[in-house]
């Protein structure tokens, strides 16, 4: 008896949008990727065993991939990674009693692109600065200095809270002097949260592609002028998954 299959659904995209014949779906093999169509809209999906684990990194990969993809040729709703449905019916469930919905928004992101700013501190930079303007943190930091951790331990904890507490003030104030200095490129933005204990700042923007170049001129720019304290990352032209929360797309 055959296995069971549903149908891994993507993203939702213009009723016109193709797939192309290298087009490649999570899962091993990989699934072949389809559209399903309703009015206005279609959806991104492959086949997958309904019994079969997803999650592995290339998973994730695909998934990613196949949607940034999209997104440099037309707008794409992505919808949330792991998003199972039991078959076509189940995918028209989704589009028509949202579909003109999702067709606004895929005219909101028409031109648009994602990208990620990631900036992390230089650890010994930032330590020093801390020390510099933190005479209790100077202090506690000259307390524990060569002495063993078991006689130390309080003093290090309280080292440890000073030290968080600054680079919680700094990394604020770096994600607000990058809106500032984007804001005339980007139509949105939403701030991330850290992913490291040294994040300097972690910012997801929306930008019209016809200010891509002019953002990444600014961000250049920046980066040289913080060159020293922090290293800054700048990841794109990406899907929109940070501003499709707004529309509630399944998963």
Do not use: K, W
């Amino acid at each position: 008896m055959a296995d069971e299959t549903g149908l891994f659904i993507y993203g939702v995209v213009p009723a016109d949008v193709e797939a192309t014949p290298d087009a490649a779906g999570v899962g091993d093999p990989p699934g072949e990727v389809a559209v399903i169509r309703h009015g206005d809209l279609g959806a991104l999906v492959s086949e997958v065993p309904l019994d079969a684990p997803l999650g592995r990194s290339a998973d994730l990969r695909a998934y990613q991939e196949l949607l940034d993809g999209t997104a440099a040729v037309a707008p794409v709703l992505p919808v949330r990674f792991g998003t199972v449905v039991t078959g076509p019916d189940a995918v028209l469930d989704l589009l028509r009693p949202h579909h003109d919905r999702f067709a606004a928004a895929l005219a909101e992101f028409e031109g648009r692109a994602q990208y990620v700013v990631h900036g992390r501190f230089d650890e010994r930079t930032l330590l020093r600065g801390v020390l510099d303007e933190n005479p209790a943190a100077a202090r506690l930091a000259e307390q524990v200095r060569g002495r063993p951790e078991s006689a130390s331990r309080e003093h290090r904890i309280r080292l440890g809270e000073l030290i968080s507490q600054a680079v919680e003030l700094r990394r604020e104030t770096e994600n607000q002097r990058l809106l500032e200095a984007t804001a005339d490129h980007v139509v949105s933005t939403q701030l991330r949260p850290p992913s490291h204990e040294l994040d300097a700042a972690h910012l997801a923007l929306l930008v019209d592609t016809d200010r891509e170049a002019a953002l990444v001129d600014v961000l250049e720019e920046y980066a040289q002028h913080r060159r020293g304290l922090l290293r800054l990352r700048l990841l794109g032209p990406l899907a929109p998954y940070d501003f499709v929360a707004a529309h509630q797309l399944a998963g």
